[in-house]
């Protein structure tokens, strides 16, 4: 089983098995668990402890012995009741109720019963523990290239609608034509959705909290930084759309809004790369 620690950026694992104390505890310590400067809980212990104390058992305690699928239950009950994220792993037929109630069940594809594979959200096809760790930094990656796209497409665009909104109002001529406009979605846009879709880890990933299973891709922060950006772009490309126009032609014009908004895209693939870390911190040529 994992759990998050009290730091939420950290995933505790947590050992529920069927073994005796004394056995448990060594193995764990072992399997680099624990420290081996505790000892295992046991099921009879579990079953002695009110909602309240269990509450705060689970919270010290890394392993649990002598335990029945029921106070498998209990423990992933109470670990979820103080809003942890828990995913449960298990091979055998006794496993499958607490695959079945976690976040997220992990079967066993190799060794495991036919019952916890069917009971289980994933299954680790070579056996191997560690696969879980890599599975949780691809799946990290995924989501936050999701976001990186999603973040600079929506940014850009609003960033459009703004700087023609503004024109119009203001009773200017369009500073865009229909074929600039096209090329900025299809010549600007495109690779820099490809680039940032295929953003390499950073390698503050795992240091990262577990996102709540509700969160969708758009969060306020996000909202806050592309109305920003929005205003900022469309500021800048009218504000030398304007100048321009005094001194120039208007085709003339229209080529220097053009390109000042192509640049600020550019500047934007950049800064979608992360919501943290500058791109002095991640390198200017990490993802080339």
Sequence with gaps: MHRTRPDP????????????????????????????????????????????????????????????????????????GQGQIVAMTGDGINDAPALKGADIGVAMGRKGSEVAREAADMILTDDNFATIVNAIEEGRVIFSNLRRVVFFLVATSAAEIVTLSGALLAGLPLPLTAIMILWINLVTDGPSDVSLGIEPKHRDVLKQPPRSPDEGIFDWPMIRRVLLLALLVAAGTLGLYVYSLQRVPLAHAQTVAFTTLAAFQWFQAFNARSQYLSIFSLGVTSNR
């Design 9 to 80: 950026a950290l995933i505790a694992l947590v050992m529920l098995t069927g073994d005796n104390a004394v056995t448990a505890a060594a193995i764990a310590e072992q399997a680099g668990i624990t420290d081996g400067s505790g000892e295992a809980a046991t099921g009879r212990q579990i079953e002695e402890l009110s909602e309240e104390e269990l509450a705060d058992r689970v919270t010290k305690v890394d392993v649990f012995a002598r335990v029945s699928p029921s106070h498998k239950i209990k423990i992933m009950g109470a670990l979820r």
